[in-house]
């Protein structure tokens, strides 16, 4: 598991004022509201800052970090991951799980009297659906769309997922 989860990527400033454009990677936008520290990845090293504001225009949120007052102290930001430590993040309801938390899970087959498919290594987030990339015991790369009818259970506990393989999917 990991002890910080990305909760967005700055993408450019805004203003002079020292704010700057941030894409998002969480579930939940509204948590730059809630959230009051944060720590961002630069190239220098973890910057732990504190969030001032946080407005939303299209898919993008705008913050302003109380640490910075002008454009030229948040330009050297392009890029940087905005990180909160698992303390600060959200918390998951009920059948709910960190992304980064699948990686590293053992996918079994859950029709076929839990036979073991492989392992995930890595999460691909697409407009429709996530999908995990599972590498099999002989070493080949499939991918598995999580969406009901595929992926039947997750247990970051346990570190165990069972999937149905559909039809065509490990062909």
Known sequence: MEDMLRIGVVTTTHGLRGEVKVFPTTDDVTRYKRTDEVILVTKNGNLTLHVESARFFKNIVIVKFKEF????????????????????ALPLKEGEYYLCDVVGCKVLDADKEETEIGEVIDVIETGANHVFAVRTRDGEEVLFPVIPDCIKEVNTEERLIRAHVMKGLMD
């Open 69 to 88: 007052h002008d454009i030229s102290e948040v330009e050297c930001f392009r890029k940087c991951d905005i990180m909160v430590t698992r303390d600060n």
